[in-house]
């Protein structure tokens, strides 16, 4: 089992062409997978997961549809909070929040201080996200603080991301069949194990995730070392 599963649920819009419906409800079925898999990664233990729900580069869609993704995301949470409490998830952000409308921000608060302690499994959610500028900023602290640049590691640098503390994502899935990283997790997925799959997000249950969980546990990982004779 992946100590970190990151996924890029992609192709919510796609799936609401094929069925001739607006992109609005391709994200309203996305979000019924995005609790179905949560549940379903705490359930089988995965302690570490993150959803990219909203990158830097999604600003570029129109304004409408950002103030639809933003309601959505404030209705999900309001509406699975207690679910969260319950499953003992903690609900953590990683971007750029401020920059989120206000109400949108205040429920994420809420939601991130009512789950603070909890330990079973930690939801990232990467929101006005960038690993671009999640490595920049890293570079930012560590100059305001003043470290000695001999005494930079890579190890150390993790502690300057929005994921320090946790373990970089063994396993990285997109869904839609579109076979990129998209500025996500940069400098954490070093070493990850990719899986892609056509399947659209909306259409992604939790026995398609078994089957990626399935893929990954046949993988040999190697990490930059030779293969044992
Ligand atoms: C990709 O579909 C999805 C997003 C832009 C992210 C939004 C995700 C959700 C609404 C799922 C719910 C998540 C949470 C955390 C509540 P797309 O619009 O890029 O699809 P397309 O590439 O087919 O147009």
Redesign the pocket.
Known sequence: MPGHLAII?????????QKNLP?SE???Q??K???AIVEESRRLGIPHLT?????KE?WA?PKE?VSF?FS??SR??QKELQSLIKQDIRLNILGEPGDLPLATRKVLEHACTKTKTNKSMTLN?ALNYSGRCEIIRACRLIVQKGLDPDRITEEGFKDFLYTAGQPDPDLIIRT?G?LRISNYLLYQCAYSELYFTKT??PDFTPQELWRALEDYAHRQRRLGRVEPA
Do not use: I, V
């Open positions: 649920m992609d192709g919510n819009g796609r799936w609401a062409r992109r391709g994200h309203n996305g979000t997978t995005a609790r959803l990219y729900a909203f990158s999604n869609r549809e993704l959505l995301l999900f949470l959610l839609s579109e659209l997000w």
